[in-house]
């Protein structure tokens, strides 16, 4: 942390006083270890709209007294810009976190973040009843917490407050499960992230009960303890909103021919390294990305008539998925499979595509190979990856060489093509020769005499 605010220093980004350091560019303030004595420098901070708290001594204020306030400070609070705090490594007292955070009413205050905090005791919440809050956005990762389970009472003090939070996010937490109650106080919350924790099948039924999340549109259930792809489907069921579902870094397993129904608004879907060997099914109906990427497919064979965005980039495919499937199709990434060539016809349909990634596959560079390749670079459409990402495999003579080098003029490939011609040619030179000789010297010829 010190070489970072060193480097900061040293870059002139920052102007040093007391322990928090300013960004008058990035509105951005920072301060580390504050204490009672250098508490003053806080003052800095207050042109900033981020500002980050990092260590300290929070504990020390829990006997502090915290009276109301005056107008004038309210009056200030209130002029204040800020709308981000982020807390980081600290013991947070609930205590104090329960006094304090009322006072953010009089603030433009809209996202709070806890990083890497233990949150330490029980609060009382009661004064929160009825008090609403400017913050729309909680986020809390890696943090240390008594359990959610039995605290509905202190979520119902702070439900006026909770019913308009639009965002929450609980990462790398330990949570093995939601409570349904808590589901049913976050009314307008429209994205939840509980990526790397520890919810399991059985915990996300109770989550997402009737009336839990009714406007949730993007759920990120990332990095989890997820098997069932047919239970987590009758899970999220009742959440009608949802547009974006995160199930990547699961171990997901195939079910026996699942009948559940995704919910018909979803549209993003990522199983990415879910382990999957094939596609599952069914597949949400209105899908318009989905990312199947680092996983063991050998084939993908499913139709998906509103598909924009297609990753299965670090698979096992031997060819890509015919483009024909997917009509509205923009982007297509094939890199790192097992793909030796692209078949003449398919480049045809992928030239119509935005962007096309193919690197790193084991190209077998015979003339219609590399020829596909280089005439659909030619069309600009492979992205970043061209020329350098792709290389031959085979033939020997071609091994190692980048795709792009590979000769394809139509002398080197359809010598065929260009040899017959050739031949007849010089055939009928021949011939026409012969004749001309025959004219012109008719004694050449003779017939045999019999003797
Ligand atoms: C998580 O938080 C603890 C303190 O609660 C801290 O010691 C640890 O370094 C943090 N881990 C990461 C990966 O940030
Ligand atoms: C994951 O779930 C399995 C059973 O489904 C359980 O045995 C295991 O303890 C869980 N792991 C974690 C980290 O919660
Ligand atoms: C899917 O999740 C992975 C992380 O697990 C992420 O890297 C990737 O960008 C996500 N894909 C999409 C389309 O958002
Ligand atoms: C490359 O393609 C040629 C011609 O189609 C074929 O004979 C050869 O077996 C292929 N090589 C590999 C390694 O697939």
């Given at each position: 942390m010190n070489v970072a605010v060193l480097l900061l220093l040293g870059l002139g980004l920052l102007e040093a006083e007391g322990r928090c350091f300013f960004s008058r560019t990035q509105e951005h303030c920072v301060c580390y270890n504050l204490s009672q004595e250098s508490?003053?420098?806080?003052?800095?901070?207050?042109?900033?709209?981020v500002v980050e708290f990092w260590g300290?001594?929070?504990?020390?204020?829990?006997?502090?007294?915290?009276s109301d306030l005056d107008p004038s400070t309210i009056e200030m609070l209130g002029s204040l810009i800020v709308r981000k705090i982020i807390f980081g490594d600290l013991l947070v007292p609930e205590i104090l976190l329960a006094r304090v955070?009322?006072?953010?009413?009089?603030?433009?205050?809209?996202e709070l973040v806890f990083e890497s905090c233990i949150f330490e005791g029980r609060g009382s919440w009661?004064?929160?009843?009825n008090q609403d809050l400017p913050i729309l956005s909680l986020r809390f990762h890696n943090v240390t917490s008594a359990?959610?389970?039995?605290r509905e009472q202190d979520f119902s003090s702070l439900s006026s407050w909770l019913e308009t939070l639009q965002e929450l996010a609980v990462t790398s937490?330990?949570?093995t499960s939601l409570p349904c109650g808590i589901g049913r106080v976050f009314?307008?919350?429209?994205s939840l992230d509980v990526a790397q924790?520890?919810?399991g099948d059985d915990s996300l039924m109770p989550a997402f009960?009737?009336?839990?999340?009714?406007?949730?549109?993007v759920l990120s259930l990332q990095h989890n303890n997820l098997t069932s792809y047919h239970s987590v489907c009758k899970s999220v069921q009742?959440?009608?909103?949802?547009q974006h579902l995160d199930l990547s870094q699961n171990k997901l397993m195939a079910d026996p021919s699942s009948s559940c129904q995704w919910p018909?608004?979803?549209r993003i879907f990522n199983l990415s390294?879910?382990?999957?060997d094939e596609v599952l099914t069914?597949?949400?109906?209105?899908?318009?990305v989905l990312d199947m990427s680092c996983n063991h497919l050998h084939t993908v064979d499913v139709s998906l008539s509103t598909l924009k965005k297609l990753f299965l980039n670090?698979?096992?495919?031997?060819a890509p998925p015919s483009?024909?499937?997917?009509?509205?199709?923009?982007t297509l990434d094939l890199d790192?499979?097992?793909?030796?060539e692209l078949p003449l016809d398919e480049v045809k349909l992928l030239g119509h595509l935005w962007d096309v990634a193919a690197a790193g596959n084991p190209y077998n560079c015979t003339c219609s190979g590399a020829g596909g390749l280089q005439a659909l670079a030619g069309m600009g459409h492979?992205?970043?990856?061209?020329p350098q990402g792709y290389t031959c495999h085979s033939p020997p003579h071609y091994q190692?060489?980048?795709?792009?080098?590979v000769p394809v003029s139509v002398l080197q490939c359809n010598s065929a093509a260009v040899i017959a011609p050739v031949c007849i040619i010089l055939a009928l030179l021949g011939v026409a020769g012969a004749i001309c000789l025959v004219r012109s010297r008719p004694g050449l010829i003779q017939p045999c005499h019999k003797v």
């Open positions: 508490i003053g420098s806080i003052i800095q901070c207050l042109p900033a709209s300290g001594e929070l504990e020390k204020y829990i006997a502090f007294p915290i955070l009322r006072f953010f009413s009089y603030t433009h205050v809209q009661a004064e929160m009843a359990p959610l389970t039995g937490a330990h949570v009314r307008a919350l429209r924790n520890s919810l009960c009737e009336g839990a999340f009714p406007q949730l549109q009742l959440l009608r909103e949802l018909v608004a979803l390294n879910t382990g999957l069914p597949l949400p109906p209105s899908l318009e670090q698979n096992m495919l031997q483009v024909r499937n997917y009509p509205m199709l923009d790192n499979n097992l793909i030796t492979l992205g970043q990856g061209w190692g060489r980048l795709v792009k080098d």
